[in-house]
């Protein structure tokens, strides 16, 4: 897969919105948030969410420090700046210590924190990106993610890929318990780059507004090469001319006829 961030295609965004009194931090989001859900084989039915970290400034002129994540009823693939709201940082940050909290309480604190009243509901796993401190933040149903952890061995495929590079955590309801369980992980390993929801899709975490997006469409490459090389593999894989003689099969059994066998096998 290749990536379709272009440098001069992310300059003419920045420049447009900056007309339009949108910052370079947000431009860059809008940008890279189309690039995602545009691509039929990140975003299934729609899904998927992206944030950047930034500042803004309130009616009274203080700047503050907001996360503008996707707001609800925006398709990614054609989202405008209004399309990523912006909530304030802080509050939702302090959350992070709270035993529990209910679906509704947690998206009227998102709404109450908005800088604009009239915009939409902030994403469900608005916390979740709100925990982190990585500035970009990127998530998708990402049909090669989906492809491999929707088998019986899904995770273990998925962690022979990744390693501890990221965290794994089965598909569980979206909101405060996913987004504390994965700031958790986070604190205990910090250079974790990304999160893969088994059943559901990838997040991946970066400094810049490429670096988020990149290692999104490196681990997809990697998975699609690793995929190749399982169907070419399948393929070779034929039965056998013969039956297994009993010296051939011997060194995989358990108990004494294993060792008997094989002496006889490999004398
Ligand atoms: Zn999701």
């Not at 996360?67 to 054609?78: A, R």
């Not at 912006?86 to 509050?91: C, I, K, Q, S, T």
């Not at 899709?201 to 997006?213: M, N, S, Y």
Request: overall charge neutral.
């Amino acid at each position: 897969m290749q990536s379709r961030w272009s440098d001069a295609e992310a300059k003419d965004f920045v420049a447009r919105y900056a007309v339009k009194g949108v910052n370079e931090d947000l431009a860059l989001r809008t940008y890279t948030t189309r690039l995602l859900g545009t691509d039929p084989k990140l975003v299934l039915h729609g899904g998927g969410n992206t944030s950047v970290k930034t500042r803004a400034r309130d009616l009274l002129g203080d700047e503050v420090e907001v996360i503008c994540v996707k707001g609800s009823g925006w398709d990614m693939g054609n989202i405008e700046p209004q399309g990523l709201p912006a909530v304030r940082l802080e509050p939702l940050r302090r959350l992070r210590k709270l035993a529990k909290l209910s679906d509704e309480d947690m998206v009227n604190f998102q709404r109450v924190n908005l800088l604009d009243s009239s915009a939409p509901n902030p994403s469900v796993e608005t916390l979740l990106h709100a925990f982190l401190p990585h500035k970009f933040i990127d998530h998708t149903h990402s049909t090669a993610v989906l492809a491999l952890t929707d088998q019986p061995d899904g995770e273990a495929i998925v962690r022979d890929l990744y390693g501890d590079r990221v965290a794994y955590v089965p598909y569980t309801i979206p909101g405060f318990a996913l987004a504390k369980s994965f700031f958790q992980f986070f604190e205990r390993n910090q250079k974790v780059e990304g999160l893969v929801l088994l059943q559901q899709g990838i997040f991946t975490l970066g400094a810049g507004a490429g670096e988020a997006f990149e290692p999104m469409i490196h681990s997809l490459t990697l998975r699609e090469e690793v995929r190749r090389l399982q169907r070419n593999q399948r393929k070779k894989a034929a039965l056998p001319e013969r039956p297994a003689t009993v010296p051939e099969t011997a060194p995989f059994l358990p108990g004494p006829s294993r060792t008997a066998a094989a002496r006889r096998a490999d004398p």
